[in-house]
């Protein structure tokens, strides 16, 4: 079935650096949508793309639609401790037209 | 706050029980979805119904069902508990008015963490 593979799986970086994290696949999709889920509540939609190339923020936080449209990529900028969680990308498949969720990357900020 | 609500918040029951978690979506969706996550794991589509009808099943075992009332409210049932089937339960919901069959944004509910004993 189709994948979404989700990199890094886990980070752990110090307060103020920069963040990176991606999400690729060999299917394309119509949608990438990237989620943050703090521990032991519900994933919270960050942002949403819907055209290949869209680049979109929101705060601190930047997405990108990737050209293939097999890709999406997340960065957050001057990291602080409450951006800890699991970040999750997702797309919505061209082909089946289904939402599916990358397995997501852990992010641990020392202050 | 998604909107979406769901409960209980937590669940504490025996081993061969059986439990039903309760979902009401955004005002205005008509998709729910249903999702398993254990610890350190993913999000594992279990089901979703669409308007009072099933529309797509995931890894969802035989020993649990759902339904999606005229309210669009929704409940998962899950029976003959196991240890295993300790986690966290997630429902979301969606508006799904775009392309024919075609998922939309989720948004999701806080979630019931259950506990099997």
Redesign the interface.
Known sequence: GQQLNQSPQSMFIQEGEDVSMNCTSSSIFNTWLWYKQDPGEGPVLLIALYKAGELTSNGRLTAQFGITRKDSFLNISASIPSDVGIYFCAGISSNTGKLIFGQGTTLQVKP | D?G?TQTPKHLITATGQRVTLRCSPRSGDLSVYWYQQSLDQ??Q?LIQYYNGEER?KGNILERFSAQQFPDLHSELNLSSLELGDSA?Y?C?SSPNVG?A???????????T?LTVT
């Open positions: 998604s979406v993913g999000l589509f797509a966290l997630f979301a392309l069959g075609f998922d939309d944004e989720q948004y999701f509910g806080p979630g963490r």
